[in-house]
């Protein structure tokens, strides 16, 4: 899949509510070893389907913690809440101050078709968080009062891979 890339806000798809998925199969298992390795080329901890232009319900994430591959998750949120700068590889050089529960537990399918809850806490479970945003169409700039996104600080954006 070399043609995708990564789509920079304001593409359209980025804003888009993603489909859930019926099965994992061979298309799914080679779009998140390409999602993966573009999220490590891009120096990302995470990356959601979306982001490359494909509105399905699938997400990478790797905190440092090992990779994990994620189809329809379903996140619940643990009421203990912590605080983090955030960016997005579709907001280049924008950067957000973000509250996000620090503990989740989380219901997917994995690669394999296999139905998991797991818990996540910290910097992964933040993660899983933003890139669950994404597959509703939801990013950190939504977070900012009106002005600031009128107005964003201007930082120099990050060459993107
Ligand atoms: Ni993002």
């Known amino acids: 899949m070399p043609s995708l890339e990564i789509k920079i806000y304001p593409d359209p798809v980025l804003r888009k509510k993603a489909a859930p998925l019926q ?3 061979n298309e799914e298992r080679d779009l998140m070893r390409f999602m993966a390795e573009t999220m490590y080329a891009g120096r990302g901890i995470g990356l959601a389907a979306p982001q490359l232009g494909i509105s399905k319900r699938i997400i990478v994430a790797d905190a440092g913690e090992g990779l994990v591959k994620m189809v329809n998750p379903e996140i619940t949120q643990d009421k203990e809440m912590a605080s983090l700068e955030e960016g997005c590889l579709s907001l280049p050089g924008k950067f957000v101050d973000m509250q996000r529960a620090e503990k989740i537990s989380v219901s997917y ?7 998991c809850v797991k818990s ?3 910097l992964i479970a ?9 597959l509703n169409g939801k990013l950190i700039i939504d977070y900012l009062p009106w002005f600031k996104k009128m107005f964003p600080k201007k930082r120099e954006a990050p060459c993107l891979q």
């Open 126 to 134: 933040r993660v899983i968080q933003h890139e669950g945003d994404h």
């Open 23 to 25: 099965s994992v199969g």
């Open 120 to 122: 996540f806490s910290g």
């Open 109 to 115: 399918i994995d690669e394999n078709n296999n139905r």
